[in-house]
Structure formats: C-alpha cells, structure tokens
C-alpha cells in the first residue's frame, strides 16, 4: 500500500436503492503516519430527479432546496471527489455501500476511479478491536452512533457527509489508537 493517504469518504443520497442518486459528498484526506488531516472537502449534487427521490431520505439528510441552490452537476462533483482521492485507500464505515453508488455513479458517467483499490472500513475494524465487547453483548450493534457513543467522540450533525466523515475519522483514530 506504500504509505498512500487515507481518504475518509460519506455519501449521503436520495434513497436506499442503488439507483438513488447522490446529494452530497465529503472526502477528509489523512496522513497514514500521523493520521493528521490534510484536508477536508465537501460538495452538494443537484439531484437530476428530485420527484422519484424517498422523502424519508431526503428528511434525513437534510435536503431543501435552498441549501441546495449552489449545488453542482453530479459529473462536476464525481470528477473533483476522483481528483481528491487519487492514489488514495479509501475509508468509511460500511465502505462497501459508499463504493456501490460511487462506482455505479462513475459507471454510469463514463469516468474511470483514480482511487486504489483496496479499502477501509471501520465495521471490520470496530470488530476485530471490540470483539469481546460484541461476544459479551455489551456492544450488540456496530453502527456508526453506537461507535461514536463508545469512543466518545463529538458528532456535531449526522447524516451530512463531512460530519459522517470526520465521525468516521474519529473513530477510526481511537480504535486505532486502542
């Protein structure tokens, strides 16, 4: 992996379904040595289809129109996130469901990641360090709340996605740290 820089990544969407489209983006790029950010960055998608978007999502991430006003075209946001994680390990927890909308995002756009492509995700990671806690049944969850919770670190909005990401980064650092 040669000393890449870990991007910690959140998505936030307009649904559960593959399909949905991505409202927001946020990439917080690490140092792996010092696990020191290198820098923060976020971006709101104009959604193509707002009408067939889940309300309940849309609640949850805090959609509205006007915070969406300066919005950019989803091609624009996914060409900055792949110039913003090039050559990096992405990080996130439940990585595997961010991945499944960005590749089908850039699949769907004819854009090819320039991200490695090897990942990180700190369910597993939350599991190898806390498995006893798991087996007791002192922890019986490892979303990303009950991780937030355990480590005591501060979540200041969830469900934005640099909120979701510096959480992500926070808890990766304790567990490491563990």
């Not at 900055?80 to 595997?96: M, P, Q, R, S």
Request: aromatic share 10%.
């Amino acid at each position: 992996m040669n000393n890449r820089a870990l991007a910690f990544i959140d998505l936030e969407t307009t649904g559960l379904k593959p399909t949905s489209e991505i409202i927001e983006m946020a990439v917080i790029k690490v140092d792996p040595e010092k696990l020191s950010i290198i820098e923060e960055w976020s971006i709101k998608i104009k959604p193509e289809d707002i009408k067939s978007a889940n309300p309940e999502s849309l609640r949850v991430n805090g959609y509205n129109e006007k915070e969406w006003e300066d919005a950019v075209d989803i091609r624009v946001g996914l060409t900055i996130f792949n110039e913003k994680v090039k050559d990096c390990i992405l990080v996130g927890h439940n990585v595997a469901w961010d991945l499944l909308w960005i590749q089908n995002a850039f699949q769907s756009h004819g854009i090819s990641k320039s991200f490695y492509y090897q990942a990180l995700d700190t369910i597993s990671l939350a599991y190898a360090k806390l498995y006893h806690k798991i087996k007791s049944r002192e922890i019986s969850f490892l979303g990303l709340d009950v991780l937030v919770n355990y480590c005591g670190v501060r979540w200041e909005s969830r469900h934005r996605a640099l909120e979701d990401a510096r959480a992500t980064y926070q808890v990766f650092v304790k567990l490491i740290n563990m």
